[in-house]
């Protein structure tokens, strides 16, 4: 078994390297939370687009296929056009889905940039999946690739009306422990709602 010559294995790079700039692209303009992905994911993602930017590659430079694309693709222009393609499927899109989702909304897991936007002692609304809220605020909060923990201190379990009046509000100890699979919602207390004080002694 003979092994792949340089020119081989640099066309093979090639081949995937638009692809995976173009997916670079798309997740800068793509207002997602998902900062990581697995170099599998990568590669996957790469390659799937890869394939229109090599199909419309062939299309234009009209090359007669993989075998004669070896010889052809170091040339300058060959080289500029497969970029060029990349950069195109790209932008184009990513800006197609930036419209779509919109600039407020987020895709994909957003608990790291909870964190970050609320910080440390921030007064929050908990709504679990259950149908239940809760009012406290940020003791700890943990964010890591398999874990994502939320504890409120002072935590109080709100009663409402149907009229989302609220009956009572019951203390429930000094703090809460919510995960990932716990939580529907959180909204931050603005000042408004806490008469301009902290809602809770810290």
Do not use: H
């Not at 294995?9 to 997916?23: I, M, N």
């Not at 889905?97 to 909870?114: H, L, P, R, S, T």
Request: hydrophobic share 45%; net charge neutral.
């Amino acid at each position: 078994m003979s092994l792949p010559s340089l020119t081989g294995v640099l066309t093979v790079a090639f081949l995937v390297v638009p692809g995976f700039f173009s997916f670079l692209i798309v997740r800068n303009l793509v207002p997602s939370k998902r900062k990581k992905f697995s170099d599998y994911e990568t590669t996957i993602f790469s390659l799937i687009y890869a394939l229109p930017i090599l199909a419309t590659y062939f299309l234009i430079s009209k090359t007669g296929g993989l075998d004669s694309l070896t010889s052809e693709l170091f040339q300058v222009w060959n080289l500029a056009l497969l970029f060029g393609l990349a950069v195109f499927y790209g932008v184009v899109p990513g800006i197609i889905a930036k419209i779509v989702i919109g600039g407020n909304q987020v895709v994909g897991e957003c608990w790291d940039e909870f964190g970050k936007g609320l910080g440390d002692s921030a007064d929050i609304l908990v709504f679990t999946k259950d149908g239940r809220e809760y009012k406290g605020w940020i003791k700890l909060y943990d964010c890591t690739e398999d874990r994502y923990e939320l504890i409120i201190g002072d935590p109080e379990f709100i009663l409402r009306d149907d009229k989302w009046k609220v009956l009572q509000e019951i203390k429930m100890g000094s703090e809460m422990l919510f995960t990932q699979k716990d939580i529907l919602r959180i909204s931050k207390l603005e000042p408004s709602n806490t008469n301009g004080k902290k809602s809770f002694p810290r």
